[in-house]
Protein backbone atom coordinates (compact mmCIF):
# COMPACT_ATOMS: atom_id res chain seq x y z
CA UNK A 1 0.00 0.00 0.00
CA UNK A 2 1.04 3.31 -0.91
CA UNK A 3 0.17 6.92 -0.04
CA UNK A 4 0.25 10.13 -2.39
CA UNK A 5 3.39 12.66 -1.28
CA UNK A 6 3.37 15.93 -0.92
CA UNK A 7 4.52 17.95 -4.06
CA UNK A 8 8.15 18.04 -5.00
CA UNK A 9 8.99 14.24 -3.31
CA UNK A 10 10.94 12.14 -5.46
CA UNK A 11 9.05 9.62 -7.13
CA UNK A 12 5.84 11.30 -6.06
CA UNK A 13 4.90 8.31 -3.95
CA UNK A 14 6.01 6.94 -0.32
CA UNK A 15 5.40 3.31 1.16
CA UNK A 16 4.49 2.59 4.81
CA UNK A 17 8.05 2.14 5.66
CA UNK A 18 9.83 4.95 4.37
CA UNK A 19 6.76 6.84 6.24
CA UNK A 20 7.74 5.52 9.34
CA UNK A 21 11.52 5.99 8.71
CA UNK A 22 10.42 9.93 8.50
CA UNK A 23 8.38 10.13 11.45
CA UNK A 24 11.49 8.54 13.36
CA UNK A 25 13.61 11.05 11.89
CA UNK A 26 11.39 14.08 12.83
CA UNK A 27 11.10 12.93 16.24
CA UNK A 28 14.95 12.49 16.55
CA UNK A 29 15.46 16.12 15.35
CA UNK A 30 12.33 17.22 18.11
CA UNK A 31 14.55 15.24 20.65
CA UNK A 32 17.78 17.35 19.84
CA UNK A 33 15.58 21.25 19.15
CA UNK A 34 13.10 20.71 22.59
CA UNK A 35 15.58 21.30 25.05
CA UNK A 36 16.54 24.24 23.61
CA UNK A 37 12.74 25.46 22.89
CA UNK A 38 12.16 24.82 26.78
CA UNK A 39 15.28 26.57 28.13
CA UNK A 40 13.98 29.82 24.94
CA UNK A 41 10.48 29.31 26.74
CA UNK A 42 12.34 29.45 30.75
CA UNK A 43 14.25 32.16 29.92
CA UNK A 44 12.45 34.73 27.44
CA UNK A 45 9.00 33.61 26.76
CA UNK A 46 7.68 33.45 30.14
CA UNK A 47 9.39 36.65 31.35
CA UNK A 48 8.03 38.78 28.90
CA UNK A 49 4.46 37.05 29.30
CA UNK A 50 4.83 37.79 32.94
CA UNK A 51 6.15 41.54 32.28
CA UNK A 52 3.09 42.26 29.74
CA UNK A 53 0.71 40.86 32.63
CA UNK A 54 2.49 42.56 35.33
CA UNK A 55 2.19 45.79 33.07
CA UNK A 56 -1.58 45.77 33.39
CA UNK A 57 -2.00 45.53 37.35
CA UNK A 58 -1.61 48.03 40.13
CA UNK A 59 0.06 46.54 42.92
CA UNK A 60 0.21 48.64 46.19
CA UNK A 61 3.13 47.33 48.11
CA UNK A 62 1.26 44.76 51.06
CA UNK A 63 -1.74 44.60 48.89
CA UNK A 64 -2.65 41.89 46.63
CA UNK A 65 -2.67 43.55 42.90
CA UNK A 66 -5.24 44.47 40.85
CA UNK A 67 -5.79 44.02 37.28
CA UNK A 68 -6.20 48.41 35.68
CA UNK A 69 -5.63 47.51 31.94
CA UNK A 70 -3.89 50.14 30.10
CA UNK A 71 -3.99 53.01 32.77
CA UNK A 72 -0.06 52.45 33.44
CA UNK A 73 0.91 52.94 29.71
CA UNK A 74 -1.47 56.15 29.27
CA UNK A 75 0.08 57.08 32.07
CA UNK A 76 3.60 56.90 30.89
CA UNK A 77 2.48 58.43 27.73
CA UNK A 78 1.62 61.71 29.35
CA UNK A 79 5.16 62.01 31.23
CA UNK A 80 7.73 63.81 29.73
CA UNK A 81 10.78 61.49 31.40
CA UNK A 82 9.03 58.64 29.12
CA UNK A 83 9.61 60.82 25.76
CA UNK A 84 12.99 62.27 27.23
CA UNK A 85 14.14 58.29 28.29
CA UNK A 86 12.86 57.17 24.24
CA UNK A 87 15.01 60.21 22.66
CA UNK A 88 18.06 59.61 24.65
CA UNK A 89 17.91 55.23 24.00
CA UNK A 90 17.91 56.18 20.05
CA UNK A 91 20.69 58.90 20.55
CA UNK A 92 22.27 56.39 22.36
CA UNK A 93 21.68 53.46 20.10
CA UNK A 94 22.36 54.93 16.41
CA UNK A 95 25.07 56.80 16.80
CA UNK A 96 26.94 54.28 18.48
CA UNK A 97 25.73 50.92 16.23
CA UNK A 98 26.52 53.52 12.73
CA UNK A 99 30.44 54.24 14.40
CA UNK A 100 30.87 50.53 15.28
CA UNK A 101 29.76 49.66 11.13
CA UNK A 102 32.10 51.89 10.18
CA UNK A 103 35.27 50.87 12.47
CA UNK A 104 34.28 46.96 12.05
CA UNK A 105 34.20 46.88 8.13
CA UNK A 106 37.62 49.11 7.84
CA UNK A 107 39.66 46.93 10.42
CA UNK A 108 37.64 43.36 8.35
CA UNK A 109 39.05 44.84 5.04
CA UNK A 110 42.01 45.69 6.26
CA UNK A 111 42.80 42.41 8.48
CA UNK A 112 41.82 40.19 5.55
CA UNK A 113 44.97 41.22 3.58
CA UNK A 114 47.48 38.96 3.27
CA UNK A 115 50.50 40.43 5.46
CA UNK A 116 53.05 39.28 8.60
CA UNK A 117 51.37 39.52 12.07
CA UNK A 118 48.09 39.40 10.81
CA UNK A 119 47.00 36.07 13.21
CA UNK A 120 48.52 37.99 15.91
CA UNK A 121 46.19 41.53 15.03
CA UNK A 122 42.89 39.28 14.44
CA UNK A 123 43.12 37.80 17.56
CA UNK A 124 44.12 41.52 19.68
CA UNK A 125 41.23 42.98 17.48
CA UNK A 126 38.66 40.72 19.60
CA UNK A 127 39.70 41.87 22.71
CA UNK A 128 37.69 44.53 23.96
CA UNK A 129 34.62 42.32 23.19
CA UNK A 130 36.13 39.85 25.40
CA UNK A 131 35.98 42.07 28.14
CA UNK A 132 32.88 42.32 30.51
CA UNK A 133 30.68 45.66 30.17
CA UNK A 134 31.40 46.31 33.69
CA UNK A 135 35.35 46.23 33.84
CA UNK A 136 35.48 48.74 30.76
CA UNK A 137 33.18 50.65 32.49
CA UNK A 138 35.94 51.07 35.16
CA UNK A 139 38.50 51.39 32.83
CA UNK A 140 37.10 54.58 31.24
CA UNK A 141 36.39 55.91 34.75
CA UNK A 142 40.08 56.24 34.50
CA UNK A 143 40.00 57.77 31.51
CA UNK A 144 37.46 60.56 32.00
CA UNK A 145 38.33 61.64 35.67
CA UNK A 146 39.19 65.30 35.59
CA UNK A 147 43.06 64.20 36.28
CA UNK A 148 42.69 61.22 34.11
CA UNK A 149 44.26 60.27 31.07
CA UNK A 150 41.08 62.08 29.02
CA UNK A 151 42.14 65.26 30.26
CA UNK A 152 45.95 64.45 30.25
CA UNK A 153 45.58 63.97 26.49
CA UNK A 154 43.83 67.58 26.05
CA UNK A 155 46.58 69.61 27.85
CA UNK A 156 49.40 67.79 25.88
CA UNK A 157 47.87 69.13 22.88
CA UNK A 158 47.05 72.39 24.17
CA UNK A 159 43.47 72.36 24.86
CA UNK A 160 41.29 72.81 28.09
CA UNK A 161 40.14 70.04 30.74
CA UNK A 162 36.61 68.96 30.21
CA UNK A 163 34.17 67.30 32.39
CA UNK A 164 33.57 64.12 30.32
CA UNK A 165 30.40 63.18 32.26
CA UNK A 166 28.63 66.81 33.20
CA UNK A 167 25.58 67.39 31.17
CA UNK A 168 27.29 68.25 28.04
CA UNK A 169 29.17 65.64 27.43
CA UNK A 170 27.99 62.24 29.44
CA UNK A 171 25.81 60.68 26.21
CA UNK A 172 29.14 61.40 23.71
CA UNK A 173 31.20 59.76 26.74
CA UNK A 174 29.04 56.95 27.12
CA UNK A 175 28.45 56.27 23.10
CA UNK A 176 32.64 56.02 23.15
CA UNK A 177 32.59 53.72 25.78
CA UNK A 178 29.81 51.23 23.66
CA UNK A 179 32.12 51.73 20.71
CA UNK A 180 34.94 50.88 22.02
CA UNK A 181 33.53 47.55 23.26
CA UNK A 182 31.53 46.57 20.70
CA UNK A 183 33.05 47.74 17.26
CA UNK A 184 34.88 44.17 16.86
CA UNK A 185 30.82 42.18 17.01
CA UNK A 186 31.12 44.41 13.79
CA UNK A 187 34.64 43.15 12.70
CA UNK A 188 34.09 39.59 13.09
CA UNK A 189 31.05 39.51 11.05
CA UNK A 190 32.14 41.44 8.37
CA UNK A 191 35.61 38.89 8.60
CA UNK A 192 33.64 35.70 7.92
CA UNK A 193 31.51 37.74 5.48
CA UNK A 194 34.48 39.02 3.44
CA UNK A 195 36.04 35.15 3.66
CA UNK A 196 33.11 33.95 2.20
CA UNK A 197 33.51 36.40 -1.06
CA UNK A 198 35.11 34.14 -4.08
CA UNK A 199 38.58 36.25 -4.85
CA UNK A 200 37.93 35.05 -8.87
CA UNK A 201 35.91 37.86 -8.73
CA UNK A 202 37.75 40.64 -7.64
CA UNK A 203 40.76 38.83 -9.83
CA UNK A 204 38.15 39.82 -12.64
CA UNK A 205 37.76 43.15 -11.79
CA UNK A 206 41.60 43.97 -11.78
CA UNK A 207 41.67 42.13 -15.01
CA UNK A 208 39.35 44.76 -16.01
CA UNK A 209 41.14 47.45 -14.63
CA UNK A 210 38.46 48.55 -11.68
CA UNK A 211 40.36 50.40 -8.75
CA UNK A 212 40.35 49.39 -5.30
CA UNK A 213 37.60 51.51 -4.68
CA UNK A 214 35.43 50.03 -7.37
CA UNK A 215 36.20 46.95 -6.54
CA UNK A 216 34.92 47.78 -2.97
CA UNK A 217 31.88 49.54 -3.85
CA UNK A 218 30.61 46.92 -7.11
CA UNK A 219 31.80 43.73 -5.11
CA UNK A 220 32.45 43.82 -1.60
CA UNK A 221 29.39 46.32 -0.21
CA UNK A 222 26.92 44.34 -2.18
CA UNK A 223 27.90 41.20 -1.28
CA UNK A 224 28.72 42.07 2.24
CA UNK A 225 24.75 43.74 2.46
CA UNK A 226 23.05 40.33 4.33
CA UNK A 227 26.07 40.25 6.61
CA UNK A 228 25.93 43.79 6.97
CA UNK A 229 21.79 44.27 7.63
CA UNK A 230 21.97 40.92 10.41
CA UNK A 231 24.98 42.10 12.47
CA UNK A 232 23.45 46.27 12.90
CA UNK A 233 19.89 44.32 13.53
CA UNK A 234 21.57 42.42 16.60
CA UNK A 235 24.01 45.25 17.71
CA UNK A 236 20.74 47.89 17.90
CA UNK A 237 19.08 45.63 19.66
CA UNK A 238 21.68 45.09 22.50
CA UNK A 239 22.73 48.52 22.20
CA UNK A 240 18.94 49.78 22.76
CA UNK A 241 18.71 47.81 25.67
CA UNK A 242 22.14 48.43 27.33
CA UNK A 243 22.25 48.63 30.86
CA UNK A 244 25.21 48.51 32.17
CA UNK A 245 27.94 51.01 30.66
CA UNK A 246 24.92 53.70 31.31
CA UNK A 247 24.58 52.09 35.12
CA UNK A 248 28.27 51.93 35.41
CA UNK A 249 29.07 55.02 34.11
CA UNK A 250 26.45 57.70 34.97
CA UNK A 251 23.12 56.12 36.31
CA UNK A 252 21.40 58.12 34.17
CA UNK A 253 22.32 61.30 35.09
CA UNK A 254 23.50 63.64 35.19
CA UNK A 255 19.80 65.83 34.90
CA UNK A 256 18.75 62.47 33.21
CA UNK A 257 21.22 63.08 30.33
CA UNK A 258 21.78 59.85 29.88
CA UNK A 259 18.60 58.29 31.08
CA UNK A 260 17.49 55.56 28.55
CA UNK A 261 14.75 53.51 28.50
CA UNK A 262 16.28 50.44 30.39
CA UNK A 263 17.70 52.87 33.28
CA UNK A 264 14.53 54.70 33.49
CA UNK A 265 13.24 51.13 33.95
CA UNK A 266 15.81 49.98 36.81
CA UNK A 267 14.66 53.39 38.18
CA UNK A 268 10.81 53.18 38.63
CA UNK A 269 11.23 49.43 39.88
CA UNK A 270 13.82 50.06 42.47
CA UNK A 271 14.11 52.94 43.35
CA UNK A 272 11.33 55.03 42.89
CA UNK A 273 8.81 53.76 44.90
CA UNK A 274 8.73 49.85 43.77
CA UNK A 275 6.77 50.27 40.98
CA UNK A 276 7.19 47.07 39.31
CA UNK A 277 3.93 47.59 37.04
CA UNK A 278 5.05 51.24 35.69
CA UNK A 279 8.56 49.30 35.46
CA UNK A 280 7.11 46.52 33.39
CA UNK A 281 5.25 49.02 31.33
CA UNK A 282 7.94 50.92 30.40
CA UNK A 283 10.00 47.52 29.12
CA UNK A 284 7.06 46.58 27.14
CA UNK A 285 6.71 49.56 25.60
CA UNK A 286 10.18 49.01 23.48
CA UNK A 287 9.24 45.28 22.36
CA UNK A 288 7.41 46.59 19.26
CA UNK A 289 10.97 48.13 17.99
CA UNK A 290 12.86 44.94 18.65
CA UNK A 291 9.69 43.18 17.09
CA UNK A 292 10.46 45.34 14.26
CA UNK A 293 14.21 44.49 14.18
CA UNK A 294 14.06 40.89 14.72
CA UNK A 295 11.58 40.37 11.56
CA UNK A 296 14.05 41.80 9.74
CA UNK A 297 17.39 40.31 10.83
CA UNK A 298 15.91 36.88 10.36
CA UNK A 299 14.38 37.97 7.01
CA UNK A 300 18.85 38.20 5.92
CA UNK A 301 19.48 34.83 8.03
CA UNK A 302 17.76 32.90 5.21
Same mark, same amino acid.
Given at each position: ??? %??????? !?????????????????????? @?????? @?????????????????????????????? *????????????????????????????????????? *?????????????? %??? *??????????????????????????? !?? %?????????????????????????????????????????????????????????????????????????????? %? @????????????????????????????????????????????????????????????????????????
Amino acid at each position: MTI %ICPPGYP !GGQITKKERRKLKSKTLGVWAY @VLPALL @VLGLILIIPLIYTFWMSLQHMPIGKPPTFV *GMRNFSRIFRDPIFYKSLKNTFIYAFPAVAIKAIIGL *GVAVLLNQEFRGRG %ILR *GLAILPYALQPFVVSVLFWFVYDYRGI !GN %ILLRVVGLKPIHWLGVQYAMPSLILVNVWHGWPFFYLGFLAGLQSIPGELYESAEIDGASSWQRFFSITLPLLKDVFL %I @VCGLSLMWTMGDFVIPKMMTGGGPADATLTIPMATYKIAFLLGLNYPLASAYAVTILPIFAVLIYFTVRHLE
